[in-house]
């Protein structure tokens, strides 16, 4: 079985991930799609450079993606079915990524999680 990139969608539907990756240049937006690609072919053998696991959350992975002098971050976590759920995604500025950055990418999982478990 292949593993799946899936994409958190919140209450009304939105997916923060997708409108963030439209709003981007088409040339950023495509490099990182191929990154998804390579998340669906390789699944969790996927390393280095591309993902890497972040620290203090055992759940959360950031999906790396560099275009030019632009260094994206997609935070996913792995779910049941072989699907990667992407949560949220941001242009990293600083060394450090920001703790709201990873808080957001969290609530989303969690939030996730607690609907699936009242349907």
Known sequence: MSWKVVFYEDE???????EFIFSLPKKHQAKI????????????ALGMP???NIKGHRKLWELRVQVAKSAYRVFYFTHT???????HAFLKKTT????????????????????EAHR
Do not use: Y
């Open 96 to 115: 450090k990524t920001p703790r709201q950055e990873i808080e957001t990418a969290k609530r989303r999982m969690e939030e996730l999680l607690e609907r």
């Open 12 to 18: 009304q539907g939105h997916s923060p991930v997708w």
């Open 50 to 52: 591309h993902v890497r």
């Open 81 to 87: 079915g072989q699907r990667f759920v992407m949560l």
């Open 33 to 44: 799609v191929r990154a998804f690609d390579l998340l669906e072919e390789f699944g969790v």
